[in-house]
């Protein structure tokens, strides 16, 4: 069992599940709606905890009801409160549509995650894993030599992202090449880049190694009635191969196996937890 320490955010998703697929400026009926805890850094400490590590969930919620609602979550599913803070404004619920293929479409708040983190908290941590919109490069950079260091790629192109490793998904970055996307990480990231999985799905995920790029195959998984969360079950699965001593490429082979298990059983690595009618 390793210590991860886990620098994301928690939201209240607003599921809705649709009866048919989204067309612009179409029509489309939804069948039921769910709310539940979700957001990309829960989604990632849940299933590390679930892969048997001790995960510290750094993350700050409002100080309102729906953020008192959501922190006592966290505490009754084992977070440590120490790490658990609270910020100024709403928690306002991502709306997730999911379309019966099981391909999600999230909608977040403008605001959402605008403010910048600024340090991590300083605990000993064998491997970190960030999943933040804006992270303060000095927060990540004075790690690097006590951690492995695995990060979402941000959107932002004036983000810098320091980090062994980033994750990266192709529908975020739809019209650029997947060597731009490289050529963007490796900027991103600076001196200490390893390796970066760029994900698509079911397609083979594209590594980037030493200046190479390899694909390498995804295990096949029957539909998923919800897809929201395996890019994030994904990384916890990469984190979790990088910390028992994995190299990059055996990394995403175990990462694709981890998501696939959740693509098949959501309830195994994340809990469904209901917070709201």
Request: glycine share 10%; aromatic share 4%.
């Amino acid at each position: 069992m390793a210590t991860v320490l886990v620098a994301g955010g928690v939201n209240i998703d607003r599921v809705w599940r649709l009866s048919t697929r989204l067309t612009p400026g179409g029509r489309t009926m939804f069948r039921d709606v769910e709310t539940r805890l979700g957001g990309g850094g829960f989604n990632a400490a849940c299933a590390l905890k679930a892969l048997g590590h001790q995960v510290l969930f750094s993350v700050a919620v409002p100080d309102d009801p729906n953020g008192q609602t959501v922190r006592a979550a966290l505490i009754s599913l084992g977070f440590d409160e120490t790490y658990i803070g609270w910020k100024a404004g709403q928690m306002r619920p991502a709306e997730i549509l999911v379309e019966p293929s099981g391909e999600r479409t999230i909608l977040l708040a403008e605001t959402s995650q605008i403010s910048r983190l600024g340090h991590l908290p300083d605990v000993a941590a064998d491997a970190i894993y960030a999943d933040r919109r804006r992270i303060d490069p000095a927060a990540l950079t004075q790690r690097l030599a006590q951690s492995i260091v695995v990060a979402q790629m941000p959107l932002e192109p004036e983000e810098h992202r320091p980090a062994h490793m980033l994750v990266a998904s192709r529908v975020d970055f739809p019209d650029e090449d997947p060597r731009q996307v490289f050529e963007r990480g490796k900027a991103m990231a600076g001196d200490a880049l390893q390796a970066i999985a760029l994900t698509n799905g079911g397609e083979p995920v594209l590594l980037w190694e030493n200046g190479e790029i390899a694909e390498i195959a995804v295990p096949p998984t029957p539909p998923a009635g919800d897809t929201t969360g395996a890019g994030d079950v994904f990384a916890a699965g990469l984190t979790d191969a990088l910390v028992r001593g994995a190299v990059p490429a055996t990394a995403v082979r175990h990462a694709s196996s981890v998501a696939a298990r959740f693509l098949a059983d959501r309830e195994a690595l994340i809990p469904t937890v209901s917070c709201g009618p």
